[in-house]
């Protein structure tokens, strides 16, 4: 169906009339500037007046290029038919830790040593793929915490900014879990309150931020969010040195304990994922979270058609004009008057002779 925008400019449409009705006309003066061939144009201008045809072809094509124009200032659009969006589905914040100590190698993939923030993009990046119908957003959190991305159903941008994400884009030497927690909230806050979901993945402890992770433990749970922590990082690795192997614990400084009271006290729960395996099986718990029914939504394609009337109107008033000019007459006055140019200066010729 075809709507218009701005309906009520239909009103300007007896503009033209009320002004050559009611506005004052200026008195005739003088012409300021001697034109030579002023006689011609006004003989010419009497002449084509004089075509009663001719004005009143004027007259309908001047109405309908301001029909035109009033059309296009009305906006008018096409609306296509409705498109369901999707009506379940949850607001599902993802927060992720890129302090300095996820470059730790101490993650097994394929028989070769990789990164904690590499294993982490190649999974939650496969989940934020397979949440079709959520609104998803994106949490980087080092030292500060920054909001990458905001609700969206763009999946694809999602996943396009967490593989972008870089150790070193935020001050790496500190962690701020609380900041990270409390970012969230005022993101997930305004949306439908059984559908609040945070998830957040770090591998230390708060020693950073404005925040305590308990005080927006209890911000979150105020709220009704829902937060699932998830603690990374191997429990021990074999490090060979001039002395001998020795085993190292790499993720002493994770902090489970704070984690797990966060999760628990807003309704969600813990994960402790030690290497790639336990960290895509937390991600396939999550995909099993119960759905939450929203109110439905449809969209509407729209589509807007004034330029058409504009170019209509534009393209009359362009063939108005060429019609308008008596070219036929211009062209015989310009002979005229070149003829007698040259007999004047063969005149001239001759006198001097």
Same mark, same amino acid.
């Given at each position: 169906?075809?709507?218009?925008?701005?309906?009520?400019?239909?009103?300007?449409?007896?503009?033209?009339?009320?002004?050559?009705?009611?506005?004052?006309?200026?008195?005739?003066?003088? *012409? !300021?500037?001697?034109?030579? +061939?002023?006689?011609?144009?006004?003989? $010419?201008? #009497?002449?084509?007046?004089? %075509?009663?045809? @001719?004005?009143?072809?004027?007259?309908?094509?001047?109405?309908?290029?301001?029909?035109?124009?009033?059309? *296009? !200032?009305?906006?008018?659009? +096409?609306?296509?038919?409705?498109?369901? $969006?999707? #009506?379940?589905?949850?607001? %599902?914040?993802? @927060?992720?830790?890129?302090?300095?100590?996820?470059?730790?190698?101490?993650?097994?993939?394929?028989?070769?040593? !990789?990164?904690?923030?590499?294993?982490?993009?190649?999974?939650?990046?496969?989940?934020?793929?397979?949440?079709?119908?959520?609104?998803?957003?994106?949490?980087?959190?080092?030292?500060?915490?920054?909001?990458?991305?905001?609700?969206?159903?763009?999946?694809?941008?999602?996943?396009?900014?967490?593989?972008?994400?870089?150790?070193?884009?935020?001050?790496?030497?500190?962690?701020?879990?609380?900041?990270?927690?409390?970012?969230?909230?005022?993101?997930?806050?305004?949306?439908?309150?059984?559908?609040?979901?945070?998830?957040?993945?770090?591998?230390?402890?708060?020693?950073?931020?404005?925040?305590?992770?308990?005080?927006?433990?209890?911000?979150?749970?105020?709220?009704?969010?829902?937060?699932?922590?998830?603690?990374?990082?191997?429990?021990?690795?074999?490090?060979?040195?001039?002395?001998?192997?020795?085993?190292?614990?790499?993720?002493?400084?994770?902090?489970?304990?704070?984690?797990?009271?966060?999760?628990?006290?807003?309704?969600?729960?813990?994960?402790?994922?030690?290497?790639?395996?336990?960290?895509?099986?937390?991600?396939?718990?999550?995909?099993?979270?119960?759905?939450?029914?929203?109110?439905?939504?449809?969209?509407?394609?729209?589509?807007?058609?004034?330029?058409?009337?504009?170019?209509?109107?534009?393209?009359?008033?362009?063939?108005?004009?060429?019609?308008?000019?008596?070219?036929?007459?211009?062209?015989?006055?310009?002979?005229?008057?070149?003829?007698?140019?040259?007999?004047?200066?063969?005149?001239?010729?001759?006198?001097?002779?």
């Amino acid at each position: 169906m075809i709507e218009f925008t701005w309906f009520w400019m239909c009103l300007l449409l007896p503009l033209p009339l009320l002004v050559y009705r009611f506005l004052a006309r200026a008195p005739r003066q003088d *012409a !300021a500037l001697y034109v030579p +061939f002023f006689s011609v144009l006004s003989r $010419l201008q #009497s002449e084509t007046d004089n %075509l009663s045809s @001719s004005k009143k072809l004027n007259l309908i094509c001047c109405s309908l290029i301001w029909g035109l124009l009033i059309l *296009a !200032a009305m906006r008018p659009q +096409f609306l296509g038919e409705p498109i369901q $969006l999707p #009506s379940t589905g949850r607001d %599902l914040m993802l @927060s992720v830790d890129i302090s300095g100590s996820m470059e730790a190698q101490d993650m097994v993939v394929g028989n070769r040593q !990789a990164s904690r923030i590499d294993v982490v993009k190649a999974v939650v990046g496969d989940f934020v793929e397979r949440r079709e119908g959520d609104r998803l957003g994106l949490i980087l959190f080092a030292a500060h915490a920054y909001i990458q991305a905001p609700l969206t159903f763009d999946r694809e941008t999602v996943g396009t900014l967490l593989e972008e994400a870089e150790i070193g884009i935020i001050e790496e030497s500190a962690t701020a879990i609380g900041d990270a927690i409390g970012l969230a909230v005022i993101h997930l806050r305004t949306r439908p309150e059984n559908s609040r979901v945070l998830v957040l993945l770090t591998d230390g402890v708060n020693n950073a931020g404005a925040v305590s992770p308990e005080q927006a433990g209890q911000l979150a749970q105020q709220e009704n969010i829902k937060i699932y922590t998830i603690g990374i990082g191997a429990d021990q690795v074999v490090q060979r040195t001039f002395f001998g192997a020795r085993a190292i614990n790499p993720s002493a400084e994770l902090d489970e304990a704070v984690l797990t009271r966060i999760a628990e006290s807003t309704g969600g729960r813990y994960f402790r994922a030690r290497d790639v395996n336990d960290l895509v099986d937390i991600y396939e718990e999550l995909d099993r979270l119960e759905t939450i029914e929203q109110d439905d939504q449809t969209y509407r394609p729209t589509r807007v058609l004034f330029f058409w009337p504009l170019g209509a109107a534009l393209l009359i008033s362009f063939v108005l004009a060429m019609f308008s000019i008596p070219w036929q007459s211009l062209a015989g006055q310009a002979r005229v008057e070149q003829d007698a140019s040259d007999d004047d200066a063969l005149a001239g010729s001759g006198s001097r002779a």
